[in-house]
């Protein structure tokens, strides 16, 4: 008695997905379009490869130096805080370390601002165009509805003998609050004129 012969199993047909989620099979799919997507699919791939190993680098970069600052601040008995500008021995690398704060404003600049408008009020014709200009233009709001910080904190370069100016000047200075903290690191090389040029990596993106 013969013995009944098991069916092949069908292979499945290759396949890839598309944008829209739905899979489509892979011989219908014209060849420069799959040549494009090869190439797109290895670059990227390459980029997210490099990518990954540059932020690798980027945080052993900071650990390093940053534990250099430290054991040269324990060796006097402190903590480092700060920025940090070291040089190799024969002046031609740089490497700077720095901290950049990120501020917004709380509730007591809307304060500052009715003093601020007082003082205009009491200056009038008195007052420099040039200067009301200015501080108005403080004040203004650009297309997101933000206020331009620097405008504001550039106040507080006047030295304005006015009580009401200078309680609005204290009032700014309550509202500005750090809200974050980025730590940068740059290298530079000195080049044959004697000037330092940046050696670009892009790392405040990263």
Not at 72 to 101: C, Q, T
Request: hydrophobic share 40%.
């Amino acid at each position: 008695m013969d013995t009944p012969k098991t069916p092949r199993a069908k292979k499945p047909i290759p396949t890839r997905v598309d944008a829209n989620g739905q899979s489509i099979p892979v011989s219908i799919i014209r060849p420069e379009i799959l040549k494009q997507d090869a190439i797109v699919t290895k670059t990227i791939n390459r980029a997210i490869k490099l990518h990954d190993r540059i932020v690798a680098d980027k945080n052993q970069f900071f650990e390093d130096v940053e534990l250099y600052l430290q054991q040269v601040a324990e060796k006097n008995g402190l903590d480092w805080k700060g920025n940090a500008v070291l040089n190799s021995f024969d002046g031609k690398y740089r490497v700077e370390i720095r901290f950049k704060e990120r501020i917004q404003f709380g509730i007591e600049l809307q304060l500052a601002k009715q003093k601020i408008d007082e003082c205009i009020k009491a200056w009038s014709a008195d007052s420099n165009v040039n200067l009301r200009a200015i501080i108005s233009e403080a004040f203004q709001v650009d297309k997101k509805g933000e206020i331009a910080k620097y405008r504001i904190l550039r106040l507080r370069r006047y030295n304005i003998k006015d009580q009401t100016w200078k309680e609005a000047m204290e009032l700014i200075d309550q509202a500005i609050q750090v809200v974050a903290t980025k730590q940068y690191i740059n290298f530079y090389e000195r080049d044959e004129s004697g000037k330092f040029c940046q050696i670009i990596l892009n790392f405040p993106s990263l």
